[in-house]
């Protein structure tokens, strides 16, 4: 697969299509959809493009992240009448082009991948809960057509339709993933549990429609930038940023970092743009969400038919 960022058919899309982000999403593909991009040796490279994609199509796009908030809402998963929905926390549209080739491949299943923004920002899964399910948690929401799995066991599942499943995976180890002293590799295997845990869902499911999909993406910092920040930015990112958004505060450090197009306001959030990241005690956190860039908000959407020709 070629190094450039994008070729003829997809400058074409970003330039022409109906919305920059089909366009962004074909790009994402021509990065994502190599089935190394996810391994040890590929992670870092694969990072870094997606990063310098964006900082690129930020300062070629000025409304980028406007549009992209303007987009947030209306989610699939709120509109399927029958079959299952699958929420998979953080699972990217990294993981998503790996999916969908790899389940056509594997199965005699219909699999197809589209994309959907988040449902609201911050990219965190408390508020994106609240919209779908009413409870400030996966864990805590009640209902006859909802299960919720925290680890790899996949239980007995509602039965009706719609049922809805989420899933803590793969955001409960991501959350250490490529921390401290972590190998590249965990990421390629926490790849694969994800997609036996979602193979096993769709096995225990009495449905052969499953619409898969996530509240939100994340962002990975492994290895170098093209985002910088001066020493003064970084100070003020420190001060007032544990993550990627924080509640609505005054003070020079929120103008100084809003002046620097590093954070926007959204609602009563300020969220980190792009993929800036500063220097924080301890062992640093590399996979994080809760801010505003492409991977973060930009959800995979895979629409699976376990019976594509009617047969058994």
Same mark, same amino acid.
């Given at each position: 697969?070629?190094?450039?960022?994008?070729?003829?058919?997809?400058?074409?899309?970003?330039?022409?299509?109906?919305?920059?982000?089909?366009?962004?999403?074909?790009?994402?593909?021509?990065?994502?959809?190599?089935?190394a991009?996810?391994?040890?040796?590929?992670? +870092?490279? @694969?990072?870094?493009?997606?990063?310098? *994609? =964006?900082? !690129? /199509? &930020?300062?070629? %796009?000025?409304?980028?992240?406007?549009?992209?908030?303007?987009?947030?809402?209306?989610?699939?998963?709120?509109q399927?009448?029958?079959?299952?929905?699958?929420?998979?926390? +953080?699972? @990217?549209?990294?993981?998503?082009?790996? *999916? =969908?080739? !790899? /389940? &056509?491949?594997? %199965?005699?299943?219909?699999?197809s991948l589209?994309?959907?923004?988040?449902?609201?920002?911050?990219?965190?899964?408390q508020?994106?809960?609240?919209?779908?399910?009413?409870?400030h948690?996966?864990?805590?929401?009640?209902?006859?057509?909802?299960?919720?799995?925290?680890?790899?066991?996949?239980?007995?599942?509602?039965?009706?339709?719609?049922e809805?499943?989420?899933t803590?995976h793969?955001?409960?180890?991501?959350?250490?993933?490529?921390?401290?002293?972590?190998?590249n590799?965990?990421?390629e295997?926490?790849?694969?549990?994800?997609?036996?845990?979602?193979?096993d869902?769709?096995?225990?499911?009495?449905?052969?429609?499953?619409?898969?999909?996530?509240?939100?993406?994340y962002?990975?910092?492994?290895?170098?930038?093209?985002y910088?920040?001066?020493?003064?930015?970084?100070?003020?990112?420190?001060?007032?940023?544990?993550?990627?958004?924080?509640?609505?505060g005054?003070?020079?450090?929120?103008?100084?970092?809003?002046?620097?197009?590093?954070?926007k306001?959204v609602?009563?959030?300020?969220?980190?743009?792009?993929?800036?990241?500063?220097?924080?005690?301890?062992?640093?956190?590399?996979?994080?969400?809760?801010?505003?860039?492409l991977?973060?908000?930009m959800?995979p959407?895979?629409?699976?038919?376990?019976?594509?020709?009617?047969?058994?």
């Amino acid at each position: 697969m070629s190094n450039a960022l994008y070729g003829t058919s997809e400058l074409e899309t970003l330039l022409t299509g109906d919305s920059v982000f089909d366009g962004v999403f074909e790009t994402l593909r021509r990065i994502w959809g190599d089935p190394a991009a996810l391994s040890d040796r590929e992670l +870092a490279h @694969s990072e870094y493009r997606t990063r310098l *994609l =964006e900082r !690129e /199509l &930020a300062e070629l %796009y000025p409304p980028l992240y406007d549009e992209l908030i303007a987009a947030t809402g209306d989610h699939p998963l709120t509109q399927i009448e029958d079959g299952t929905g699958v929420i998979m926390d +953080a699972l @990217s549209l990294r993981e998503g082009f790996r *999916l =969908e080739q !790899e /389940l &056509a491949d594997e %199965y005699d299943w219909e699999v197809s991948l589209s994309w959907a923004p988040i449902e609201r920002l911050p990219s965190e899964t408390q508020f994106i809960t609240r919209e779908w399910f009413d409870a400030h948690s996966p864990s805590a929401v009640s209902r006859d057509d909802f299960r919720f799995i925290g680890e790899m066991e996949v239980p007995k599942l509602p039965g009706t339709s719609p049922e809805y499943v989420w899933t803590r995976h793969p955001d409960q180890r991501l959350e250490g993933a490529l921390k401290g002293n972590y190998s590249n590799e965990e990421v390629e295997g926490i790849y694969e549990d994800v997609k036996t845990l979602l193979t096993d869902i769709i096995h225990e499911s009495i449905h052969d429609e499953f619409l898969v999909t996530s509240d939100h993406g994340y962002v990975n910092h492994l290895g170098n930038s093209p985002y910088s920040v001066t020493d003064e930015q970084e100070e003020a990112l420190s001060s007032k940023f544990s993550g990627r958004f924080t509640e609505v505060g005054n003070g020079q450090a929120y103008q100084l970092l809003e002046d620097a197009d590093i954070l926007k306001r959204v609602g009563d959030y300020y969220v980190i743009r792009g993929h800036y990241t500063w220097t924080k005690r301890g062992a640093t956190k590399k996979i994080m969400h809760g801010g505003l860039s492409l991977p973060e908000c930009m959800t995979p959407v895979l629409r699976i038919n376990t019976t594509p020709t009617g047969g058994a």
